[in-house]
């Protein structure tokens, strides 16, 4: 079962809202938000994990940015706004639309 949207925070949102098959302007998108920290590894390891969890597809249990989200939390490169309360990826949506709209 997919988690609950109104819990979402704005990483996962903005995961949500970006198009993660452009995994520049994902990347970049986390970063101008101030969500993540960017070196060249971390931005490796991004492209390596959101490749993969696109081949995996969805099923029965988080969604895909939501697992994109938890495994950039393990790594630790988040930065503290990531963690921000979006429900429903209002606010990242609206970003986006705003970055690339």
Do not use: H
Request: proline letters at 5%; glycine letters at 8%.
């Amino acid at each position: 079962m997919a988690e609950d949207a109104r819990e979402w925070d704005l990483l996962t949102g903005s995961l949500a809202a970006c198009d993660l098959a452009d995994l520049d302007s994902a990347w970049a998108f986390l970063v101008l938000q101030g969500l993540v920290i960017d070196s060249t590894g971390n931005r490796a390891e991004f492209a390596r994990v959101v490749e993969k969890q696109l081949a995996i597809g969805d099923y029965e249990g988080p969604t895909i940015p939501r697992r994109i989200a938890l495994w950039l939390e393990e790594a630790g490169v988040l930065r503290p706004a990531a963690g921000m309360p979006d429900p429903f990826g209002k606010i990242a949506a609206a970003r986006w639309a705003m970055a690339c709209g």
